[in-house]
T-cell receptor
């Protein structure tokens, strides 16, 4: 089945460390997204990309960067992790055009100590 | 700024009962209102969505009711089952029929527990 795969599923790191979360998809979608989920805050958009050469900031991009290595790969980096970046991170894809459905991966639980 | 307010934060319903989750929005330009369902350990998945040209949309046991004048929309789960236990997120966006997934504003989520 076409899927959205996130690695790692869980990660514990220390304050100040650089960390990368990876996302790959086999859905053939052009649009990819990174969201952050926090209890009581819902899902908030960090970055999105509508094609390989397109990168856009979302609602909460400070402290994060992304790279779209290929149509199927979209990675999220925390250059210098801090404790308030502890959260559940989701990658998502969509077809674009008239299709508005987001397809989410299973998430990466990140803990910054 | 929270543009989509969701309530309640958590909900316990008996099997066979009706679950109701409410959302209110501020931006009258919003024109797409989806609901996402999230099971533990999984990412959210689109459950049902509505546009403001209709007041109600039903898919199986799930119904969205939309009140444009009150700027509110709600999810009703009829005959709730233990398998419906999940977190539900409402969302809203503007962008026309072509979609605006990059502009989706999510509510804070409702944890639903359906007791057997």
């Amino acid at each position: 089945d076409a899927d959205v795969t996130q690695t790692p599923r869980n990660r514990i790191t220390k304050t100040g460390k650089r960390i990368m979360l990876e996302c790959s998809q086999t859905k053939g979608h052009d649009r990819m997204y990174w969201y952050r989920q926090d209890p009581g805050l819902g899902l908030r958009l960090i970055y999105y990309s509508f094609d390989v050469k397109d990168i856009n900031k979302g609602e909460i991009s400070d402290g994060y960067s992304v790279s779209r290595q290929a149509q199927a790969k979209f990675s999220l980096s925390l250059e210098s992790a801090i404790p308030n970046q502890t959260a559940l991170y989701f990658c998502a894809t969509s077809l674009g055009g008239k299709e508005e459905k987001l397809f989410f991966g299973s998430g990466t639980q990140l803990s910054v100590l | 700024q929270q543009q989509v307010k969701q309530s309640p934060q958590s909900l316990i319903v008996q099997k066979g009962g009706i679950s109701i989750i409410n959302c209110a929005y501020e931006n009258t330009a919003f024109d797409y209102f989806p609901w996402y369902q999230q099971f533990p350990g999984k990412g959210p998945a689109l459950l049902i969505a509505i546009r403001p040209d209709v007041s109600e949309k039903k898919e199986g046991r799930f119904t969205i009711s939309f009140n444009k004048s009150a700027k509110q929309f709600s999810l009703h789960i009829m005959d709730s089952q233990p398998g419906d236990s999940a977190t539900y997120f409402c969302a809203a966006s503007k962008g026309g029929y072509g979609g605006a997934t990059n502009k989706l504003i999510f509510g804070t989520g409702t944890l639903l527990a359906v007791q057997p």
